[in-house]
């Protein structure tokens, strides 16, 4: 039996999830409560931070609960969570830009972990960025914009993984200055989600409710 999944590319359009940009972690190997409560150890703030559920939540509601809960929906941290196949998801809402260190220790362990993340408001601007780990240590990142910029020369990490990646994205085309950047985004995520074997569902996410924890200090 072939199973249909709506793979990332979707994650491309502006405002895909909801204002501001989008956060996402993919995890092979993990519970969604383990997913959550390793993303909550990530959080850059003064003090420790720990995942408490709030129940099944769509986007709004969530967003609403941050702002009723902390005053503005930029002054806390929300995820929702749910599985895809082999991959379970966890969606960042709120004030998440810049607050969450490196997800590569969330791979400890042996899991497999994957973020999209793509801060579109930030006036500096940020490109979307997409980055692989696997039992601790760094795989695969780049610029999906594909354009140099922050920091980025192609593909880096394990350089045949990246070999590879770069030999893809050279097939079809890229990187090419002509291109329209939402156009090298969703190309880009494309190449990756095939060849990572990625899977994240729009609608449950979009329109649905999934279960939902706030990231809140300890």
Request: aromatic share 10%; hydrophobic share 40%; charged share 20%.
């Amino acid at each position: 039996m072939v199973v249909i999944t709506d793979g990332t590319t979707w994650l491309a359009a502006r405002q895909s999830i909801a204002f501001g940009g989008h956060y996402v972690v993919l995890a092979r190997g993990l519970s969604p409560d383990e997913l959550a409560d390793r993303l909550a150890a990530t959080v850059l703030y003064d003090t420790e931070h720990t995942a408490v559920t709030v129940g099944e939540h769509t986007g709004e509601s969530l967003l609403e609960l941050i702002k009723d809960t902390y005053g503005d929906y930029y002054d806390g941290i929300g995820l929702r969570l749910g599985r895809d196949g082999d991959w379970t998801y966890a969606v960042a809402y709120g004030g998440w830009p810049g607050e969450f260190d490196s997800p590569e220790p969330v791979s400890r362990g042996g899991a497999h972990v994957c973020l999209l993340e793509y801060d579109e408001d930030n006036g500096k601007p940020v490109p979307p960025h997409f980055a692989y780990f696997h039992d601790g240590r760094p795989v695969s990142a780049f610029n999906l914009h594909l354009d140099a910029s922050w920091g980025y020369q192609g593909v880096v990490g394990d350089p045949a993984t990246a070999a590879r990646l770069q030999d893809l994205m050279a097939a079809a085309g890229l990187p090419d200055p002509e291109w329209d950047r939402e156009d090298v985004h969703r190309t880009a995520l494309g190449i990756v989600e095939r060849f990572f074997g990625l899977s994240l569902p729009k609608d449950p996410i979009v329109h649905g409710t999934l279960m939902a924890v706030l990231l809140e200090p300890t």
